[in-house]
C-alpha cells in the first residue's frame, strides 16, 4: 500500500484544515485507516481511526470534538477535518494503514509521507 497525504499548511488559531490520504498498490478497503501526528521534540502520537466502513472511529483525546476521521472507499481516500485549531496541533500529521482495533496502541504497517501543519497563535 502507498499512500499519499496532502492538505497541510499555515493556518491561523481558531482555523480549520482538511487533510487527504489517498491510497494506491492494495485493496483500499480492507484495512482500519489511522492518523498520526509528530510535533518537533515530541514522539508521534495517534490521533484518529477509522473502520472499513467508516462507521467506527477511535479519537485522542485532544483531538474529540474538534477533529473528523472518515473515508471514501471509491476514492480509496481517507480525511482528517480539523476544526478549532490551536497551537498545540501543530504538527506533521501521517495517515497510516492498518491500525488493528482501531486502537491509539496499534503500530501500522504502512505510512504517507506525512504533511505538515502549522497553527499560527
Known amino acids: 500500500v502507498q499512500l499519499q497525504a496532502s492538505g497541510g499548511g499555515l493556518v491561523q488559531a481558531g482555523g480549520a484544515l482538511r487533510l487527504s490520504c489517498i491510497a494506491s498498490?492494495?485493496?483500499?478497503?480492507?484495512?482500519?485507516m489511522t492518523w498520526f501526528r509528530q510535533a518537533p521534540g515530541k514522539e508521534r502520537e495517534f490521533v484518529a481511526a477509522t473502520n472499513r466502513s467508516g462507521g467506527n472511529t477511535n479519537y485522542a483525546d485532544s483531538v474529540k470534538g474538534r477533529f473528523t476521521i472518515s473515508r471514501d472507499n471509491a476514492k480509496s481516500a481517507v480525511y482528517l477535518q480539523m476544526n478549532s485549531l490551536d497551537s498545540e496541533d501543530t504538527a506533521v500529521y501521517y495517515c497510516a494503514a492498518p491500525c488493528q482495533y482501531l486502537s491509539s496502541r496499534c503500530i501500522p504497517d504502512y505510512w504517507g509521507q506525512g504533511t505538515q501543519v502549522t497553527v499560527s497563535s
Open positions: 498498490g492494495r485493496t483500499f478497503s480492507s484495512p482500519a
